[in-house]
């Protein structure tokens, strides 16, 4: 970066519509730049379109990047900048740079009056950090409006006045932006604006490389979606800084936000679409949740089993179950998808048995009989607050000599009622040595 002031940029988003994964990102990149060169974060609301800026919209996003812990040093509402606006809007008129223009107005379709900049029509270059020069002939553009009054200047004149007022050195937003700069270079020009230095972010593609959009994709591109879903944050922060950005550091993916601080530069930002991959996401989320200590899956395992089942016997089967939910969940919301598949079922109610499905393929029902009742008189040598280990110490010798599946199947069948579960010793352990021998004994009753 061959720029000796002060490094200061913005994230400037539009509050017509909730924070989405792109913006997050956008947000996130200019966060990571101000502070790795100590530099200032300036958020700006462009909240001019009255039409379509809602103020939920906005406190949607002041909420997450709150969340996210993307704080910001500068907060600014470009509609309460008018003034400033308007008078930067008079020099250029006063200077010649721009000119009243009568003529028929969209509006009402009379006629009107618009400000025009005098275009002088060149081709106007500029660096862009990650896509290089970029050349493009200004004479189609002609002489655009830039305000449909004095006091109603557009978007592009509000954007070059803000970043140059606020003293803004680094522009980085997305790709779609692209083509608003040359005009935004010929306002500045006009002004008398230093040029910032221009850095476009690769578009975010879904899985099937198609722009990640609200109309094609949905809620799964609201950040509120992934935080609802109890998507922990420093996951996100991880997974979206890799979205178009390389860290140069081999192989390794997790980083902490004050690595990704330490580490994140432009030079490493890659032109070609950056695909936006759930299953990934959920991978990142993950690794971060072994991190956390198990009381706090425990309280959501509590919290979504209660929306179900009575809260006493949550509370007792939850710290039982919790390591091996642990295994399977990616992210909370895994937790109330098991339960409705179901998952847990069998420990809250009876299971209601298939008697056919208690017999393990060939075996004859004599001798899955026999099997239950050698397993019923192997739980009663346990001690009531057996384990899983203990309970396997006892059976397995048995299933081994007899076959593992003609003796566990029945026992796993009976204790779950269903044909995908935790392993028989689990199930024992968990449903206790009365509820585990009530169980057995009911599928003995079911096939004879
Ligand atoms: N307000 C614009 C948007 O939300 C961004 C303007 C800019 O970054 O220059 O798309």
Redesign the pocket.
Known sequence: MKNNSPVAVRF???PTGFFHIGSVRTALFNFLFARHYGGQFVLRI?DTDVARSKKEYEDNILENMRWLGLEWDVFARQSERADIHATELQKLLASGAAYVSKEKVEKEGDRGEVIRLRNPGTIVTFHDEIRGDISVDTTDLGDFIIARSPTEPLFHFS?VVDDFLMGITH?I?GED?ISNTPRQILIQEALGAPRPIYAHLPLILAADRSKLSKRKHGERVALSYYKQAGFLRAALINYIALLGWNPNQNEREIFSLDELIHLFDIAHIQKAGAIFNEEKLRWFNREYMRTQPPELLLQDIVKVLSKRYFAGAVETLAPKIVSSIRERVSVTSDVETMMDAGEFSYFFETPVLDAKKIIWKDTSTETTRAHLEKIISFVTTLTSDFDAEKAKMVLWPYAEHQGRGAVLWPMRYALSGREKSPDPFTLAAILGKEETIKRLKAALVAIS
Request: no cysteine.
């Open positions: 400037a988003p539009s462009e954007v522009v937003r932006h």
